[in-house]
């Protein structure tokens, strides 16, 4: 079982990123899925969530209305679209399944963990 996260890089104010995440060995519509994000020197926190009996969702007041979360079930892929973004959405952002779970903004109730792809918001 493997997750991989991609699709960071480094973007201006106001700009937009779409990551992805990507599983292998397991099929991602069986699993709630969650965006993390760890800025430097903060604790991990919860951004989304994806999961058949949950839907969409997106937690903290400081990202929604500007970030999206959507699962592809053909390509096995789960996406966050972030747009809008500010200096303070910079952090390196993880992606996580729970399999058979239904959402958490807890990432203990995360089994698997891809490697994370880093976000900077800077002009």
């Known amino acids: 079982v493997q997750l991989q996260a991609s699709g960071g890089g480094l973007v201006q104010p106001g700009g937009s990123l779409r990551l992805s995440c990507a599983a292998s060995?397991?099929?991602?519509?069986?699993?709630?899925i969650g965006w993390f994000r760890q800025a430097p020197g903060k604790e991990r926190e919860g951004v989304s969530c994806?999961?058949?009996?949950?839907?969409?969702?997106i937690y903290g007041d400081s990202v929604k209305g500007r970030f999206t979360v959507s699962r592809d079930s053909a390509e096995n892929m789960v996406y966050l679209q972030m747009t809008s973004l500010k200096p303070e959405d910079t952090a390196v952002y993880y992606c996580?399944?729970?399999?058979?779970?239904?959402?958490?903004?807890?990432?203990?109730?995360?089994?698997?963990w891809g490697q994370g792809t880093r976000v900077t918001v800077s002009s």
């Open positions: 994806f999961s058949r009996s949950d839907g969409a969702i």
């Open positions: 060995g397991f099929r991602l519509e069986n699993s709630a």
């Open positions: 996580a399944a729970a399999p058979w779970l239904a959402c958490s903004e807890y990432d203990g109730m995360y089994e698997y």
